[in-house]
């Protein structure tokens, strides 16, 4: 059975869904051979992670021909499944499939829908905290592609309740929900008083970790709004800033800390460093950051009604808010401020980090594989 795993992304070591096509390929590899195409060429010193996969994988630039092109790249291949990690992606497996005349199916892998994304940019847009622009015109073409490749596809994962909900809702399809899943063992974990000498940080600070770009659908500006009356706690920002570094300045001071992209190694050492992890998204598939916060023994808080909820358990490993309410968000942090709560929760955290497995999920994706094709069970 041959296999091509197509993300029309960026391939980034920091992006969840890099990481899941990357965890997820290792152990699918296993079992039947496998090829990649990626949407954008990947960034100086992401290679090392690539060549960690058997496959051979391949770039083809996201354009507004991209499905020509695509068309062009599977031509003299003969694929039995293509497993499309966006519907954008499966649009240009559906219509390459179409052009081409060929009988391979086409597996969607949900891990979100802009559709629904465009909802919560709406009601940001009406809180004048998103702009127009290209962000809706994005949107507006992901939510058309999507629309045909959720109607043509063969097959749907969905890796949360939430964007199963959403599917179903928007297409009237029944994804098989899979959640995602984190290799723990790849994480390493130092010493919290090294890992904070080496950032500049006291062992008296209570740090807050957001990973993540800045922008509004990770739900940054409400953080920053609730620490702003917290004033022992400081922030420790991971990703994209973009323009966003002088107003969380201007409302933090020298309480907040911009890192940047960060390589795994590095990233580990911020999640060694903090006390909790605060991502309250207004929008999110399932929530990677949380999962791989708990294999640290971090607390999280995220919003209801996200992919979050598939990971942490409200009062057990973490909270869930209102999305924007910014006094929910305050009031959890200010709760964890205790060290006694946050030893009980760590120790929750640790023990559901290790339910998180990828060869679990990939046993469950070669059963999709295995009836898209017709065929039995072919792994041990």
């Known amino acids: 059975m041959r296999i091509l795993v197509h993300y029309n992304g960026t391939y980034s070591e920091t992006a969840g869904v890099s990481r899941v096509v990357l965890g997820l390929g290792k152990a699918l590899e296993k079992h039947v051979e496998i090829d990649y195409v990626f949407g954008y060429d990947a960034p100086k010193g992401m290679y090392s992670y690539l060549n960690s996969l058997k496959g051979p994988f391949h770039f083809l630039r996201h354009t507004p021909i991209t499905a020509i092109l695509f068309a062009i790249f599977i031509r003299n291949k003969d694929y039995d499944i293509i497993h499309s990690h966006t519907p954008e992606g499966a649009f240009d497996a559906v219509l390459a499939r179409f052009l081409l005349r060929k009988k391979y199916k086409v597996l969607v892998h949900l891990h979100g829908l802009d559709k629904a994304v465009r909802q919560e940019w709406k009601k940001e847009l009406a809180l004048k905290r998103a702009n127009h622009g290209f962000a809706n015109l994005y949107l507006l073409a992901s939510v058309f592609k999507a629309y045909f490749a959720m109607k043509m596809a063969d097959a749907f994962v969905s890796v949360s309740r939430t964007v199963a909900q959403?599917?179903?809702?928007?297409?009237?399809?029944?994804?098989?929900?899979?959640?995602?899943?984190?290799?723990?063992?790849?994480?390493?974990?130092?010493?919290?008083?090294?890992?904070?000498?080496?950032?500049?940080?006291?062992?008296?600070?209570?740090?807050?970790?957001?990973?993540?770009?800045?922008?509004?659908?990770?739900?940054?500006h409400y953080l920053v709004e609730a620490l702003k009356e917290i004033e022992q706690a400081k922030l420790l920002i991971v990703g994209l800033a973009e323009n966003n570094e002088p107003w969380i300045k201007n409302a933090?001071?020298?309480?907040?800390?911009?890192?940047?992209?960060?390589?795994?190694?590095?990233?580990?050492?911020?999640?060694?460093?903090?006390?909790?992890?605060c991502v309250p998204s207004l929008y999110e598939a399932f929530g990677l950051v949380y999962a791989e916060a708990q294999c640290f023994g971090l607390p999280c808080i995220a919003s209801k009604g996200t992919g979050a909820e598939e990971t942490i358990k409200h009062g057990k490993n973490g909270f869930l808010v209102e999305k924007r309410n910014v006094a929910q968000i305050k009031a959890a942090l200010q709760k964890l401020q205790n060290s006694e709560l946050r030893r009980k929760m760590a120790q929750k955290a640790l023990e559901n980090a290790k339910g998180f497995s990828w060869a679990v999920q990939a046993k469950q994706i070669l059963r999709i594989f295995a009836d898209l094709v017709n065929v039995n069970c072919f792994w041990n």
């Open 166 to 220: 959403e599917a179903q809702k928007f297409y009237n399809v029944q994804p098989k929900i899979l959640p995602n899943a984190v290799n723990c063992a790849e994480l390493k974990k130092i010493e919290k008083a090294k890992a904070r000498k080496e950032l500049g940080l006291a062992e008296k600070d209570f740090v807050v970790l957001f990973v993540g770009n800045a922008s509004w659908i990770k739900g940054l």
């Open 252 to 277: 933090l001071g020298n309480r907040v800390h911009f890192s940047g992209y960060l390589d795994r190694k590095e990233l580990s050492k911020y999640y060694s460093a903090a006390d909790v992890l």
